[in-house]
């Protein structure tokens, strides 16, 4: 390690109670309960640092307050950063519209990325939405947004739906 490494630590709670919790509650219960600390967070949320803002149905926001360990060499955030973000917050507005037992993978995925997010940008909001709801697949976009409103990037997703 060279003098100028940085650390970071963090933690993250045991993710079976959510993942359980979706074999006898709907997408969106799920969601406030973890919005409000009744279930943990998953770990990739956690390692991210992204923090669900709100959840309703069809819809989802989280924020990510930027930090070093989110820059690339160049000194903006990575893309791969911002995609998950975009990808968290769609599956997260595809999972408040499925019923108990229901759940998705992400099939498909793709981001624009419209300007650099900087860390002197200030924190990032990143707002889903579900634009279509059939029984095999949903679609859903998302925007991220800097501190200032301007958009940093653009997303959309086809989730597969996985019934019982």
């Known amino acids: 390690m060279s003098i100028d490494t940085r650390q970071r630590t963090y933690g993250w709670d045991d993710p079976a109670p959510t993942a359980l919790a979706g074999l006898d509650r709907d997408g969106l ?6 919005g409000a600390g009744e279930l943990p967070v998953p770990p990739a949320v956690r390692t991210l640092g ?44 595809v999972h408040s519209m499925l019923p108990v037992g229901v759940g998705y993978v992400t099939g498909e995925l793709n981001v624009r990325f419209l300007r650099p997010a900087l860390v002197s940008g200030g924190p990032l909001i990143c707002t889903a939405e579900v634009d279509h709801e059939g029984r095999t697949t949903m679609v859903a976009s998302a925007r ?16 597969l739906m996985r019934r019982p």
């Open 29 to 34: 219960s799920i969601l406030r309960a973890i």
């Open 144 to 159: 991220i947004v800097d501190a200032d409103g301007r958009v940093i990037a653009l997303a959309g997703s086809t989730c």
């Open 50 to 93: 992204l923090e669900p803002i709100a959840a309703d149905p069809g819809r989802a926001s989280f924020r990510l307050d930027v930090g070093e360990y989110h820059l690339n060499p160049f000194g903006i955030v990575h893309g791969g950063v911002l995609a998950a973000m975009v990808d968290t917050a769609m599956g997260c507005a």
